[in-house]
Nanobody, 124 residues
Framework: QGQLVESGGGLVQAGGSLRLSCVASVRTFLPNAMGWFRQAPGKEREFVAT????????AYADSVKGRFTISRDNAKNTVYLQMNSLKPEDTAVYYC?????????????????WGQGAQVTVSS
């Protein structure tokens, strides 16, 4: 399996913005859907957003809909998560993942390749 490397995490005040990036090896990136998940301390990993290979279809968790945007640049083997209007409850480690198929899956079990995670902390 190839490698996924996240970047762009950090500390931000409530109402602020961050953009996460996930760079993948070519073999990892093509031609599957990609997703973002997050895990807060003491909680299970939860779905955030996913995007299909052509980039035309996306899906979001209700908790982030309207605030977060997932996108991908296939020429750069990179998927992004633009996070706006951040809330303290968005604090978590965010993981990039590769789906086993080119479909909008929400379950972590449908993803077979994961990055190491990026910490996002939102202060009130």
């Amino acid at each position: 399996q190839g490698q996924l490397v996240e970047s762009g995490g950090g500390l931000v005040q409530a109402g602020g913005s961050l953009r996460l990036s996930c760079v993948a090896s070519v073999r990892t990136f093509l031609p599957n859907a990609m997703g973002w998940f997050r895990q807060a301390p003491g909680k299970e990993r939860e779905f955030v957003a996913t995007i299909t290979w052509p980039g035309r279809n996306t899906a979001y968790a209700d908790s982030v809909k309207g605030r977060f945007t997932i996108s991908r640049d296939n020429a750069k083997n990179t998927v992004y998560l633009q996070m706006n209007s951040l809330k303290p409850e968005d604090t978590a480690v965010y993981y990039c993942a590769r789906s086993q198929q080119d479909a909008l899956f929400r379950s972590p079990s449908s993803y077979n390749n994961w990055g190491q995670g990026a910490q996002v902390t939102v202060s009130s």
